[in-house]
């Protein structure tokens, strides 16, 4: 199960209606609780650094991945996963995701359709990047 808190939601979804109908990405901080529960603390938007039509695809640049992974030690926390929207389609995991996914990380995918939230979802990867699970997802949702 994976919890965002309200702050990290605001970023998070703000930066998937930003760059709307572009595809956003991005790191998401926090802890983890017993069971394998883990609570999103703190989002870092950043760059989609993909060099292609970015209406379907997404590559973090590895300058944010490298700051996100600086303030994660820096305030005790862990890299819990990943987010990233899908413009004008549903929420969910696609082979291309899966392919470039890293297993254990969450990834929470926004779907926005005609510049709205329409739904979120998260999914694991499995250990061989073979497939993925849905994961419980719980968002402050207004």
Not at 22 to 28: L, P, S
Not at 59 to 65: G, R, S
Not at 94 to 123: E, R
Request: glycine share 4%.
């Amino acid at each position: 199960m994976i919890r965002i808190e309200p702050h990290p939601w605001d970023v998070m979804l703000r930066h998937a209606l930003d760059c709307y109908p572009r595809e956003c990405c991005g790191i998401m901080l926090g802890t983890l609780n017993d069971g394998d529960e883990r609570t999103v603390t703190a989002a870092i938007a950043c760059r989609n650094s993909y060099e292609g039509d970015q209406s379907d695809r997404f590559e973090l640049d590895p300058k944010d991945q490298l700051a996100a992974q600086r303030l994660a030690r820096e305030q005790k926390l862990e890299v819990l996963g990943f987010f990233h929207s899908h413009p004008d389609c549903d929420s969910y995991f696609s082979a291309t995701d899966l392919a470039n996914s890293w297993p254990w990380y969450s990834n929470v995918v926004i779907s926005i359709v005609g510049g709205a939230l329409n739904q979120a979802k998260a999914f694991r990867a499995n250990d061989t990047q073979t497939e993925s699970t849905e994961e419980i997802l719980t968002w402050p949702q207004s």
